[in-house]
């Protein structure tokens, strides 16, 4: 399974973004939960958002609710991150992950699976 994020970019505050992750592989799609996790200059890589693979359960870190939303279009095997309101704490390299026929949890070390990151910059 090959996965390739992208859609980041230099961004103001308050203003929105949409980083999609492109899921190639021969196993069925929705046999993958994805995430996206984020690692900003200086700190460890943290879980931002997850989603099942029937796309039916979401979740989020506390500081992006209400902000981001997660989703996923298992017809195209695509999973997007609609990020609203960005703030400059929300400066990083953002990464999606899958794991296959598991549930969407937070943690990094149980996604077998990565895409090279895409850098989101907001500035204030």
């Known amino acids: 399974v090959q996965l390739q994020a992208s859609g980041g970019g230099l961004v103001q505050a308050g203003v929105s973004l949409r980083l999609s992750c492109a899921v190639a592989?021969?196993?069925?799609?929705?046999?993958?939960?994805v995430a996206w996790f984020r690692q900003a200059p200086g700190k460890e890589r943290e879980f931002v958002a997850a989603?099942?693979?029937?796309?039916?359960?979401?979740y989020y870190t506390d500081s992006v609710k209400g902000r981001f939303t997660i989703s996923r279009d298992n017809a195209a095997n695509m999973v997007y991150l609609q990020m609203d309101s960005l703030s400059p704490e929300d400066t990083a390299v953002y990464y999606c992950?899958?794991?296959?026929?598991?549930?969407?949890?937070?943690?990094?070390?149980?996604?077998?699976?990565w895409g090279r990151g895409t850098l989101v910059t907001v500035s204030s």
């Open positions: 992950a899958a794991r296959s026929n598991g549930l969407p949890i937070t943690v990094s070390t149980r996604y077998g699976y």
């Open positions: 592989g021969r196993s069925t799609f929705s046999r993958y939960s």
């Open positions: 989603i099942a693979g029937s796309g039916g359960s979401t």
